[in-house]
């Protein structure tokens, strides 16, 4: 994506953000549908129906629940400015990261979280992130806005803020511009607990016990910004750089990820699991984002219906690359030691009006919820492949979880959506097959419902249920066959527009409501879901 990013840098200045085309549809208001939202809901009058064959019976596959990683780059304001405040500053924190981001990250569980990047990663090297905070070098940030960054958050910071919030640090190395020994140090720094070089640097800093990292990204996107490698030869260097990590405790293995594919290069799959041993490779990544065109994203806020679906229809095409690339790890590693990790995805649009381009600064609206509902469903019925993901970016990037401006800060439609997946976690995962209708626009259709659900370690099943068509409710049936549940409750995600976002004035406008818009017989659920809503049902 390297050579793309540059030419979206150049052809944002001249880019002219498209402005409001007007409604796409007229809406009719159907007061009282919905009477347990707490919002006056906006929908046309058509229907659809669905049909959902649950299989309540017939788990085995567990949804791992690192499925719902993060990921947090040095980029534009999602460390400086948005997590890392510093601890002078008047903005509540703790060792200067904003205590209501750590609060709202609890909530949200959140499992993993990915650092220092991205692109950003293939330039960092660690050591200048520790120790005396005014004793480590300014550098220039080349990759996003060549911004200079003063190294003030680091390892410390970092693997300090993960213990916080209850994550585990996903770490990816500089294999681009760094070498096999800074990494080397750098596993041993933050995991050795004897006698070292390295361990006693990480005491005089003033950490006695190691963090005990065991997810490490061997490079990102080898292919591009991190070293425009073939994948024969990414191949050989992953090796070598994962030949000298080690977890320094022999007790539990590192889990080492090698760089992945762009999109449908199933040619970098192919190589990776044909040159690379099983036992030094327990991940292989996967990149791809939700866009209307590459080259002319349009705004994040203020698009059409026919931005949408072509939105829609990218995220929807996460299906078929974890399935394509699945099928090729399926021939070299039928046992599935090796998982797909999916450590970038999210929506990417122009960056807000007036901001830096090269920061990557985005609202979130229902379109993204609409995203985040779908991917994290493929993720759920892939999971015995897929075991590890993250949502690119956590706080002020692209589709970010958390919004914030000085001491305000917002959580987006995005948020809401994973908080509400949050039940699938560790759960047993329930396969299902759907029938239903199409999302149909001219002569272009998407299925119109996305489904997964899961069965949690008490026994509760939930299902999760999104509806991307932008004009037509749907008619949902779920038959629940090999089991039996007596209560049933549910949340919806809803507004009146699919441009509606949560700002800085009206922060809640789009959030969680009470769903009761269903009927239960013994053995089937019938719903019905507003058009762009996700549902997320609980049965018992
Ligand atoms: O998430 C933004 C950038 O997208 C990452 O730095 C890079 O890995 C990808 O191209």
């Given at each position: 994506m390297i050579s793309e990013n540059y030419k979206m840098k150049k052809t944002l200045s001249a880019k002219t953000i498209l402005r409001r085309k007007g409604e796409a549809a007229k809406p009719t208001r159907l007061a009282g549908?919905?009477?347990?939202?707490?919002f006056l809901f906006l929908v046309t009058t058509s229907f659809a129906q669905t049909s959902i064959i649950l299989q309540a019976d017939n788990g085995k596959e567990k949804i791992n629940k690192n499925i719902y990683g993060h990921f947090a780059e040095h980029?534009?304001?999602?460390?400086?400015?948005?997590?890392?405040?510093?601890?002078?500053?008047?903005?509540?924190?703790?060792n200067g990261v904003r205590n209501d981001i750590i609060e709202a990250l609890k909530k949200l569980k959140i499992p993993t979280l990915r650092w220092?990047?991205?692109?950003?990663a293939d330039t960092y090297?660690?050591?200048?992130?520790?120790?005396?905070k005014n004793k480590r070098p300014v550098i220039v940030n080349r990759w996003w806005g060549g911004v200079t960054e003063d190294?003030?958050?680091g390892t410390h910071d970092f693997l300090d803020l993960c213990e916080k919030i209850g994550a585990e640090p996903y770490l990816a190395a500089n294999v681009g511009s760094g070498t096999v020994q800074e990494l080397e140090d750098w596993v041993q720094y933050v995991n050795?607990?004897?006698?070292s070089p390295m361990s006693k640097l990480r005491k005089e800093n003033?950490?006695?016990?190691?963090?005990?990292?065991k997810m490490w990204g061997v490079g990102n996107e080898a292919w591009g910004c991190?070293?425009?490698?073939k994948p024969e030869h990414y191949a050989d260097v992953y090796r070598q750089y994962a030949t000298f990590m080690?977890?320094?405790?022999?007790?539990d293995h590192l889990f080492r990820v090698a760089s992945g594919?762009?999109?449908?290069?199933?040619h970098w799959t192919e190589v990776m699991m044909r040159d690379i041993p099983r036992n030094m490779l327990e991940g292989v990544a996967l990149h791809h984002y939700s866009f209307?065109?590459?080259?002319?994203?349009?705004?994040a806020t203020d698009f059409t219906e026919q931005q949408y679906f072509a939105t829609m229809k990218t995220a929807w095409r996460m299906n078929e690359l974890v399935t394509r690339h699945s099928t090729i790890m399926d021939r070299y590693d039928p046992e599935k030691r090796t998982a797909l990790v999916v450590d970038e995805w999210g929506g990417w649009y122009n960056?807000?009006?007036?901001?830096?381009?090269?920061?990557l600064y985005q609202q979130n609206t229902m379109r993204d919820a609409m995203i985040a509902g779908v991917t994290l469903n493929i993720f759920n019925n892939h999971c015995d492949r897929v075991r590890a993901a993250n949502l690119?970016?956590?706080?002020?990037?692209?589709?970010?979880?958390i919004l914030t401006n000085k001491e305000k800060m917002i959580l987006t439609p995005t948020y809401h959506v994973m908080e509400m997946y949050?039940?699938?976690?560790d759960a047993t995962l329930i396969p299902l097959t759907i029938a239903g209708s199409d999302y149909i626009l001219g002569d272009q259709k998407l299925p119109a419902i996305s489904a997964s659900a899961s069965k949690d370690k008490n026994g509760a099943v939930h299902v999760s249920l999104v509806n991307?068509?932008?004009g037509k409710s749907q008619d949902v049936t779920i038959d629940i066959r090999g089991a039996k549940y007596t209560a049933i409750s549910g949340r919806i995600l809803a507004s009146a527009k699919l441009q509606d976002y949560n700002s800085?004035?009206?922060?809640?406008?789009i959030k969680p409501a009470p769903f009761k818009n269903f009927k239960k017989t013994d053995s089937q659920v019938s719903v019905t879901l507003p058009p762009f809503s996700v549902v997320v049902l609980e049965l018992k």
């Open positions: 549908i919905f009477p347990a939202a707490s980029l534009g304001h999602c460390i400086y400015g948005g997590f890392y405040v510093g601890d002078t500053s008047l903005i509540p924190n703790s220092p990047g991205g692109c950003f090297h660690w050591k200048d992130g520790i120790g005396p190294n003030s958050f050795f607990d004897g006698t003033g950490r006695e016990k190691p963090w005990n990292v991190g070293g425009n490698m080690t977890d320094w405790t022999n007790s594919a762009n999109v449908d290069d199933y209307v065109e590459w080259n002319n994203k349009g705004s960056v807000e009006p007036g901001t830096n381009p090269g920061f690119a970016q956590t706080v002020n990037v692209l589709q970010a979880v949050n039940v699938h976690q991307i068509d932008a800085f004035d009206t922060p809640d406008k």
